[in-house]
C-alpha cells in the first residue's frame, strides 16, 4: 500500500519561505517520480513542479527560480521549498507520486498574508 504524508504548510507573510514535506512509504522511492501540484479557489489543479524517474526535475514558469523540489532517498520525503512567496501561491498543496498509479497526498493548506 502506497501512502503519503504531507505537512508543512501555513500561515506565511509575502517574501517569506516555507517547505512542505510529503513523506512516502510502498514504493521503490529513489525511481519513483514525484510531483508537487496546488489548487486555489476557484481554479484547476496545476503542477508546480516534478522530479522525473531520472532525477530530472522541472518547474513551472510562475515558481521558477523561487521552489525547488528535492527527494531525500534515505527518508523517502520529498520537499517543496518555497522561497519569496506571493499572495498568489495561497493554495492546498499536494503531494503525487507515480508507483504503478498515481497516488495523491491529503493536501496541505499555505496562505501568504501579511
Known amino acids: 500500500q502506497v501512502r503519503l504524508m504531507e505537512s508543512g504548510g501555513g500561515l506565511v507573510p509575502p517574501g517569506g519561505s516555507l517547505r512542505l514535506r510529503c513523506v512516502v512509504s510502498?514504493?521503490?522511492?529513489?525511481?519513483?517520480?514525484v510531483a508537487w501540484y496546488r489548487q486555489a479557489p476557484g481554479n484547476e489543479r496545476e503542477l508546480v513542479a516534478s522530479?522525473?524517474?531520472?532525477?530530472?526535475?522541472s518547474y513551472a514558469d510562475s515558481v521558477k527560480g523561487r521552489f525547488t523540489i528535492s527527494k531525500d532517498i534515505a527518508r523517502t520525503t520529498a520537499y517543496l521549498q518555497m522561497d519569496s512567496v506571493a499572495s498568489e501561491d495561497t493554495a492546498v498543496y499536494y503531494c503525487?507520486?507515480?508507483?504503478?498509479?498515481?497516488?495523491w497526498g491529503q493536501g496541505t493548506q499555505v496562505t501568504v498574508s501579511s
Open positions: 522530479i522525473s524517474s531520472d532525477g530530472t526535475s
Open positions: 503525487k507520486v507515480y508507483w504503478r498509479r498515481e497516488w
Open positions: 510502498g514504493t521503490n522511492f529513489k525511481i519513483a517520480p
